[in-house]
């Protein structure tokens, strides 16, 4: 074999090409934000540092509040250390691939290496999953009818026969899916392999108070610290105080995200924060700044470092 080959086929491993893909990946998504590079390094030139320090150290408390919850669904002694190392990779292999594919995925490696079977893994990261969705909800509902009534959140809300109806086609379209023999096997076979560990892993949970109550503060640590970031930045680009408008926000950038086709809900989350800050009152240049500037802390840094420690874990085999 000439040696021009053989040293192109030692630089072609796995690893190289999966970061390649990334790197692709998060350029793609980057690229069409920069034409807004301007406007926004205009907004946050004249922002006010310490509150921007504010929204960092809350970014870094909701990788701390992941790794809390993650260590307490999987049951192990994972070192907080590593785990929020995960946590921040996880933001670098999320943001480059669609719906948060790539930090799921990320998320099984590492407790993988922790000693966990596969399936055990997949099941530890859906009950994780399970447990945000549950708690994001009952926070949003919560605020709702708290803090609701502050930022008028239901007044452009459609009308009840208008849910009744979407109700009523979702239904109907669940109805005809499951009529469908062959989905009705996928799915009897995704509960086989996926949902009964799943359950049997919640049923743990919930029968191990100090392990549940982890997972819950956990996750809702993390929804907390974003909304905390967004109020932050708020604060540091003079659009006032408002923490509720910051939660209903980031709370629905969030479903977004996680719902979104695009590598890391690039374009969904930006308008919905933007078109979420406006209806609430915010102005709509200074909400642009104030989402881009959100974003910029609560994503794309930790994206960069994100890059740093996915290769550091890799070198230790934490994944």
């Not at 893909?21 to 004249?46: C, F, K, M, N, T």
């Not at 930022?151 to 459609?158: I, N, Q, R, T």
């Amino acid at each position: 074999m000439p040696a021009g080959r053989g040293g192109a086929k030692r630089w072609l491993t796995r690893r190289r090409i999966i970061q390649a893909v990334l790197v692709l990946g998060l350029a793609y998504v980057a690229i069409p934000l920069i034409s807004e590079l301007p406007d926004v390094v205009g907004a946050l030139r004249d922002a006010r540092p310490e509150w921007l320090i504010v929204a960092a150290a809350a970014t870094f408390g909701g990788f701390v509040c992941a790794a809390v919850a993650l260590r307490a669904c999987a049951g192990l002694a994972i070192s907080y250390r590593d785990g929020i190392e995960m946590q921040v990779a996880a933001t670098f292999t999320g943001t480059a691939t669609p719906a948060s594919v790539g930090s799921l995925a990320l998320g099984v490696q590492f407790l993988v290496a922790h000693g966990q079977p596969v399936s055990i893994a997949t099941a530890v990261i859906g009950l994780q999953n399970i447990v945000q969705f549950l708690v994001h909800v009952v926070l949003l509902t919560v605020l709702a009818l708290v803090g609701g009534s502050s930022v008028d959140v239901l007044k452009d809300a459609p009308s009840g026969w208008t849910l009744l109806v979407i109700l009523g086609v979702a239904l109907a379209v669940v109805g005809i899916a499951l009529g469908v023999r062959r989905i009705r096997d996928a799915l009897a076979e995704v509960w086989q392999h996926r949902g009964r560990e799943a359950a049997e892993h919640l049923t743990t949970l919930v029968r191990s108070p100090r392990r549940l109550t982890a997972s819950v503060l956990g996750a809702a640590g993390g929804t907390i610290s974003s909304a905390v970031t967004l109020w932050a930045v708020l604060i540091a680009v003079d659009a006032g105080s408002h923490p509720v408008t910051a939660a209903f926000a980031t709370m629905v950038g969030a479903t977004l995200a996680s719902a979104a086709p695009t590598p890391g809900g690039i374009g969904a989350v930006e308008a919905a924060l933007v078109a979420s800050l406006t209806a609430l009152g915010i102005n709509p240049g200074t909400a642009l700044a104030a989402t881009f500037g959100y974003r910029i802390i609560a994503t794309w840094i930790p994206t960069c470092l994100g890059w740093f420690f996915y290769n550091r874990l890799q070198r230790r085999g934490m994944i």
